[in-house]
């Protein structure tokens, strides 16, 4: 049965004759073959820099080689017929060394590629770097790529692991990019994975990059940002995960977040992880809403022990920067401001203006907080200022705060129906609701009680991916492996096993390039017998073998996260729920 794990043979195969399949093999190939099969594939990477392609061509690295040099590949696709980079054979991803090269993978002043299935290791100031300066470039796809290592001091945000942006100072405008089922970690420049539709210089007045969406991907260990949209239009950024962001020493060109965006319009931030966010300044927070954004929706979101805030909203430097009808909803927001010193000026949730920005009409709703940072400071903090006649709302919130500090805040917000959870007898006046009644509410539908220890069990907790990993079920199913590889990695230390199923049976080969393909690290078994279930889903499965909890499409890091640790444990390295002392009903 052809599986879409086999798409690269097939295009290969399957092909007109004026497209065609070139095939790359940097262990056994020969530059003096014709490239036209695996038997007389090429053997270097500047032999395939030096042919163009043409549209519907495709260029073919053997699974397993390793490739020394920049991959630079000239020609550009159509609409119809997009040139794409892929892999063939069976086993571990192809492999690119940039070593001291500008970038591992270079596209200059070229449209209508799809990258998928192989390794980039090194380059620098980029692994993968996508750009230009004719004014538009359009549809480019960047799938299952794992990128890493890429070094340097960073001289400008537009640098890191994969940067698909414009030349500096160009008129370019970049439409249509997907990058999904990325993993992209290990960088002393900038950022993890960003997308700038169009120049930084230009004003917020200017066309903005159109339709750009990042999703299933992680990003860890990064000097800078985690994941960024600028200059975007329509743009998503969904089901992702970044920790270690922000890991510069000093702070030398700006201060970072896990994940954002910037004068973005119409742009989506959903369903995301981040934690362990950190920065030489200030910011260090999970998710923000910068200045010069219009109409950005920041929902179901978890972010966690950050040194700065959870969420944002920011205006800044005059009209063109003031941030417009923006919505922070339904997100989970546990132990941020692990910083005293940006937690004291930051709080959980921030908002800021400064140079003549404003902020006009937001609404900030049914988001929950647990704030305990390491000094008695408010856990909603704004110096913002306003404009125009759009309500500034904040409403049906609960706020769980230790030392029972939740608001400081100038003039122009309405706050309406929150909860304000405190210790008994601190701060009655502001206090709505216990401490502990509040997060026994929260914690309900986990089956967790955040006043007790998590009891000792006879043998591990499990999680399992069950996976259909092609058809209509194949994003549903890569957004769940993305939740799955974030909860081993953090609580792999209390024990946690994890697992994966397929839905339909795979042959050997077609797993073996799998596990590759969607990087699924070894300590995540996987069972080749069909799963007893017939749907994709997430399942929590405890010792005796009883499953304790499921997740379909659009799962909740949160949720998931919050029914681990009420059975195992927090995770090493977060901060711990403390144990109630007080009296209670």
């Not at 004003?203 to 999703?215: A, C, E, F, L, M």
């Not at 995960?241 to 965006?261: L, S, Y």
Request: proline share 6%; glycine share 10%.
């Amino acid at each position: 049965m052809k599986r879409a794990l086999m798409l690269a043979l097939a295009f290969a195969t399957a092909t007109c004759a004026a497209q065609t399949a070139h095939y790359l093999d940097c262990d056994r190939g020969s530059d003096t073959g014709n490239s036209l099969t695996p038997a007389t594939a090429w053997r270097t990477i500047a032999q395939a820099n030096a042919y163009e392609f043409k549209p519907g061509d495709s260029l073919l690295l053997h699974r397993g080689a390793r490739c020394e040099g920049m991959l630079a590949p000239r020609g550009s696709g159509t609409a119809a017929a997009p040139i794409r980079i892929g892999a063939y054979g069976q086993g571990p991803l192809p492999v690119i060394v940039g070593g001291a090269a500008p970038a591992g993978l270079l596209l200059d002043n070229q449209q209508y590629w799809e990258i998928a299935n192989l390794e980039i290791i090194g380059g620098s100031p980029y692994g993968v770097r996508i750009g230009g300066s004719v004014p538009l470039l359009h549809h480019f796809r960047i799938t299952n790529l794992v990128v890493h290592d890429v070094y340097g001091e960073p001289a400008t945000k537009d640098s890191g692991l994969i940067v698909v942006a414009p030349d500096a100072k160009a008129n370019t405008r970049i439409d249509d990019v997907v990058i999904d089922g990325v993993t992209a970690y290990n960088t002393t420049e900038w950022a993890g994975i960003i997308v700038n539709g169009a120049g930084f210089e230009a004003g917020n007045s200017s066309p903005h990059g159109d339709g750009i969406t990042v999703r299933n991907s992680i990003v860890h260990d990064v000097a800078g940002d985690g994941i960024l949209l600028a200059r975007v239009a329509h743009g998503l950024i969904e089901h992702n995960v970044a920790w270690n962001t922000g890991m510069q020493q000093t702070e030398t060109i700006g201060t970072p977040d896990g994940i954002w965006e910037w004068m973005c319009r119409d742009c989506r931030v959903a369903y995301n992880e981040a934690f362990f966010t950190d920065s030489p300044g200030v910011d260090g927070g999970t998710f923000d809403i910068d200045f010069g954004n219009e109409d950005n929706i920041v929902e179901h979101n978890f972010g966690h022990d950050s040194q700065g805030y959870c969420l944002s909203i920011f205006g800044a430097e005059g009209v063109t920067g003031y941030s417009l009808r923006s919505t922070i909803r339904n997100n989970t927001c546990i132990h941020n401001g692990r910083s005293p010193r940006l937690a004291k000026r930051q709080g959980a949730i921030y908002l800021s203006t400064w140079q003549g920005g404003r902020l006009n009409g937001f609404t900030i709703e049914n988001n929950t907080v647990l704030w305990e940072p390491p000094l008695d400071t408010a856990a909603f903090v704004s110096d913002a200022e306003f404009t125009g006649n759009l309500p500034n709302r904040v409403v049906n919130n609960t706020i769980i705060a230790a030392s029972g500090s939740f608001i400081s805040a100038k003039p122009g917000i309405q706050f309406e129906h929150n909860r304000y959870c405190a210790p008994h007898g601190m701060r009655p006046a502001d206090t709505t609701g216990d401490l502990c009644a509040c997060m026994r509410d929260w914690l309900a539908s986990s089956g967790a009680d955040p006043c007790t220890e998590p009891a000792a069990s006879a043998g591990p907790w499990q999680l399992v991916a069950v996976l259909a990993p092609d058809g209509k079920d194949a994003a549903a199913s890569r957004s769940m492996m993305t939740v799955l590889a974030s909860m081993q990695h953090q609580f792999a230390g209390r024990g946690l096993r994890s697992a994966v199923e397929f839905i339909a049976p795979l042959a050997p080969s077609e797993i073996e390039n799998l596990r590759a393909d969607w990087h699924i690290a070894p300590q995540i078994a996987i069972d080749a017998a069909p799963s007893p279930y017939h749907v994709p889903e997430l399942l929590l499965v405890s010792p005796s073998g009883k499953i304790d909890a499921r997740w379909r499409s659009h799962i909740s890091p949160a949720a998931v996260w919050l029914r681990l640790q009420s059975h195992i444990g927090v995770p090493l390295g977060a901060q711990p729920v403390q144990a109630c002392t007080e009296a209670h009903p």
